[in-house]
């Protein structure tokens, strides 16, 4: 689980309060494994709510154009869409009442919360069982020239949020559909102030600044590390690079040096590049850690770790080609050459895999590599993206959601190919097996049709999981025919 202190701030968000109504979730028709935490549950390609396993509920706790969201201002307005990343914020150090942060992936226009992506700040409590929510605040990104897709991102030990913009525009016109002002901003281009980490202030609902010297590409997520300097961030573009940052000061993220991951040869060690601090090489540090030998990977998602080792989703993609960047100097993974060229700079990686890095050794593995499922979990893991890592019940636990890029090579079964629709997962990976297998993954929710499952965040005592279903079919029953996040209780 990313930084959740019981040492929290406790100022009081002052808004209206509001209920939200219990809601049973459907359990899934056949029980198929035995599991210390739930009995795992049976892929389901004709879906259109969350499935849980026996004995789980959930709570729907934030509803996108449904809820109302407050402004600075204390006017109101119907909440944005695409809810992904959340991170809960526990009051005097409470499971059980706290502030709840939550990601925008939007790009869409909104005159009256910004255009762009952006954040809520809800107060939830549980009352009776159930959770509720007794305020929804809007985080203002004006002041730092706005925001588009806030992907994932992470809670810092001192109680900020460092939100990730999953975006990099290539000049102003691409802006036209997602952000209407596009006059300089900070003595740049306005495309040039997208695509950084942003941190924002959860409890007065600003944004901080953009932190410039973590470099601008594709932000999927980011990995705070114990000491408060080192962060591992990722990049979700073909290709992408692996960076690591480090902090000038302990816990002041506007000044350090950024990092590129170079493997070795063999694939069994590697080494950190240092990349320029200058601003004309953070704009496109991508491309400047190819120039100096980087490794290419395929679509880093989020990032998460414990002790000496960082787990990484890496999510893939369909027939790709590298012949620029490998031109520019980079290299593909030793793993992907192996397992899926076509020739060439030509690589297929439908499915993708959950990455491990070894901190001692820096050696980068597959840890867990998509494909079927065979046995009485019989199914198919594909494309992770979302990741959490918990501890429950003294065992350490990976929570991991998929986002499927595509309907074939089995990611989804009958009657979901016919339909044309993708059905998204979360499974459970018990860490406590160093060398785990596809079968070792344990299915724990199935999201409705369409959405991508993301955002998982518990609570401190592990009783509660937080979950965005995000972008689910518009035609699904209420509540999810939009973007909504839901607690899920019963651990």
């Keep these: 689980?990313?930084?959740?202190?019981?040492?929290?701030?406790?100022?009081?968000?002052?808004?209206?309060?509001?209920?939200?109504?219990?809601?049973?979730?459907?359990?899934?028709?056949?029980?198929?494994?035995?599991?210390?935490?739930?009995?795992?549950?049976?892929?389901?390609?004709?879906?259109?709510?969350?499935?849980?396993?026996?004995?789980?509920?959930?709570?729907?706790?934030?509803?996108?154009?449904?809820?109302?969201?407050?402004?600075?201002?204390?006017?109101?307005?119907?909440?944005?869409?695409?809810?992904?990343?959340?991170?809960?914020?526990?009051?005097?150090?409470?499971?059980?009442?706290?502030?709840?942060?939550?990601?925008?992936?939007?790009?869409?226009?909104?005159?009256?919360?910004?255009?762009?992506?952006?954040?809520?700040?809800?107060?939830?409590?549980?009352?009776?069982?159930?959770?509720?929510?007794?305020?929804?605040?809007?985080?203002?990104?004006?002041?730092?020239?706005?925001?588009?897709?806030?992907?994932?991102?992470?809670?810092?030990?001192?109680?900020?949020?460092?939100?990730?913009?999953?975006?990099?525009?290539?000049?102003?016109?691409?802006?036209?559909?997602?952000?209407?002002?596009?006059?300089?901003?900070n003595g740049r281009k306005r495309y040039e102030n997208f695509g950084w980490m942003v941190e924002v202030n959860p409890m007065t609902g600003q944004a901080m600044h953009k932190i410039y010297a973590m470099g601008r590409f594709q932000h999927e997520d980011a990995h705070v590390m114990p000491d408060n300097k080192t962060i591992y961030l990722t990049d979700d573009n073909t290709p992408a690079v692996f960076f690591k940052f480090v902090a000038d000061t302990a816990g002041v993220y506007t000044a350090g040096q950024l990092y590129a991951y170079k493997q070795s040869a063999d694939g069994e060690s590697g080494e950190w590049l240092t990349l320029p601090r200058e601003m004309d090489s953070l704009i496109i540090i991508r491309d400047v850690a190819a120039r100096m030998g980087a490794t290419l990977f395929v679509r880093h998602e989020w990032v998460d770790g414990i002790g000496d080792k960082i787990y990484i989703t890496e999510t893939g993609k369909d027939h790709y080609n590298l012949d620029y960047h490998v031109g520019l100097g980079g290299k593909q993974v030793k793993y992907l050459v192996d397992c899926c060229s076509e020739g060439g700079n030509k690589y297929h990686d439908p499915y993708g895999r959950l990455l491990e890095l070894d901190l001692n050794t820096l050696k980068m593995r597959p840890l867990v590599p998509g494909g079927d499922i065979t046995g009485t979990l019989a199914g198919n893991f594909s494309n992770p993206d979302g990741l959490t890592l918990k501890q429950i019940n003294g065992k350490n636990y990976l929570i991991i959601s998929e986002d499927l890029i595509g309907i074939t090579e089995n990611r989804v079964g009958e009657p979901g190919v016919s339909k044309e629709e993708v059905y998204n997962e979360v499974y459970f990976l018990d860490l406590s097996n160093p060398n785990p297998t596809l079968n070792d993954l344990k299915r724990f929710v199935i999201g409705p049709e369409g959405c991508e499952t993301t955002g998982a965040y518990f609570t401190p005592d592990g009783k509660t999981m937080f979950l965005s279903i995000h972008m689910p079919n518009k035609n699904n029953p209420a509540p999810f025919n939009k973007s909504v996040v839901i607690a899920i209780k019963g651990f």
């Excluded at 991170?87 to 499971?95: D, L, R």
């Excluded at 009352?127 to 992907?151: A, I, M, P, Q, Y």
Aim: hydrophobic share 35%; charged share 20%.
């Design 1 to 185: 689980m990313r930084f959740a202190y019981s040492c929290l701030l406790a100022l009081p968000l002052l808004y209206s309060c509001s209920g939200n109504t219990d809601q049973p979730a459907p359990v899934a028709t056949e029980t198929v494994d035995s599991f210390s935490l739930f009995n795992p549950i049976a892929s389901n390609f004709d879906n259109r709510t969350v499935i849980l396993p026996e004995g789980f509920t959930y709570d729907t706790i934030f509803s996108a154009f449904i809820d109302s969201v407050e402004r600075a201002d204390g006017k109101k307005f119907p909440a944005k869409d695409h809810a992904d990343f959340t991170a809960y914020i526990p009051i005097e150090g409470s499971s059980e009442h706290g502030y709840l942060f939550v990601n925008h992936e939007s790009k869409a226009l909104n005159d009256n919360l910004g255009d762009g992506g952006g954040a809520t700040v809800l107060e939830v409590k549980m009352e009776n069982g159930t959770w509720k929510t007794l305020s929804r605040k809007h985080v203002d990104f004006s002041n730092v020239g706005g925001t588009l897709r806030n992907c994932g991102g992470t809670l810092t030990p001192q109680n900020t949020i460092l939100t990730a913009e999953e975006t990099e525009p290539v000049n102003n016109a691409e802006l036209n559909d997602q952000y209407r002002d596009t006059t300089n901003f």
